[in-house]
């Protein structure tokens, strides 16, 4: 089944304690991407990557790294994580580096930071 | 700048008639895609219709069309012959130089 996965669903963490959020699709996509949904706010983009060890800030990347050093995998990193981070996560994947085709959602990941 | 606006928060559409969703855009671009996307209460993503920019005619999948006036930079998703399942958040997005912007959303609400 084609897919984009995402672990964790949930997560509850403290101030400052590094986390990562993996992403990964079987759908041999060459463009992936990280957003937040904000309540008023829509998605926003944080990161995109065009393919394998092609990265790029979208438009919140403050707070966040990625990696693309496997074409199926995109993890989210918090190095640092403030309470402002506390927000529902997609990542997301697509054909034709994003443009003309539809982007595969993975579930979410709800992360709070206390 | 707000690059994609959805100026309605909410709206309210009886059962089996047509509903109008409103997107303006802001690009300078020649080149862009728009999208249509629905998140029910359960919070997927789920993909309901795209436009490219130099696609003469609106695009239409099933009962969801896009009406796009490129003059007006504009890209509103008719839903024909409502139905209760189609309760749900709609977020418009627009696509440039490989980045994506996204609308505040538009909530639904099929009235049975």
């Known amino acids: 089944e084609a897919q984009v996965t995402q672990n964790p669903r949930y997560l509850i963490t403290v101030t400052g304690k590094k986390l990562t959020v993996t992403c990964s699709q079987n759908?041999?996509?060459?463009?992936m991407s990280w957003y937040r949904q904000d309540p008023g706010l829509g998605l926003r983009q944080i990161y995109y990557?065009?393919?394998?060890?092609?990265?790029d800030k979208g438009d919140v990347p403050e707070g966040y790294k990625v990696s693309r050093k496997e074409k199926r995998n995109f993890p989210l990193i918090l190095e640092s994580p403030s309470p402002n981070q506390t927000s529902l996560y997609f990542c997301?994947?697509?054909?034709?580096?994003?443009?003309?085709?539809?982007?595969?959602f993975g579930p979410g990941t709800r992360l709070t930071v206390l | 700048a707000q690059k994609i606006t959805q100026t309605q928060p909410g709206m309210f559409v009886q059962e089996k008639e047509a509903v109008t969703l409103d997107c303006t855009y802001d690009?300078?671009?020649?080149?862009?895609?728009l999208f249509w996307y629905k998140q029910p209460s359960s919070g997927e993503m789920i993909f309901l219709i795209y436009?490219?920019?130099?696609?003469?005619q609106n695009a239409t999948e099933g009962r969801y069309s896009l009406n796009f006036q490129k003059a007006r930079k504009s890209a509103n998703l008719v839903i024909s012959a409502s139905q209760l399942g189609d309760s749900a958040m709609y977020f418009c997005?627009?696509?440039?130089?490989?980045?994506?912007?996204f609308g505040t959303g538009t909530s639904l609400t099929v009235i049975p």
């Open positions: 436009q490219g920019s130099y696609d003469q």
């Open positions: 759908m041999n996509h060459e463009y």
């Open positions: 997005a627009m696509t440039r130089t490989h980045q994506f912007y």
């Open positions: 990557s065009m393919n394998v060890e092609v990265t």
């Open positions: 690009t300078s671009d020649p080149s862009y895609g």
């Open positions: 997301a994947s697509g054909g034709v580096a994003g443009g003309g085709n539809e982007q595969f």
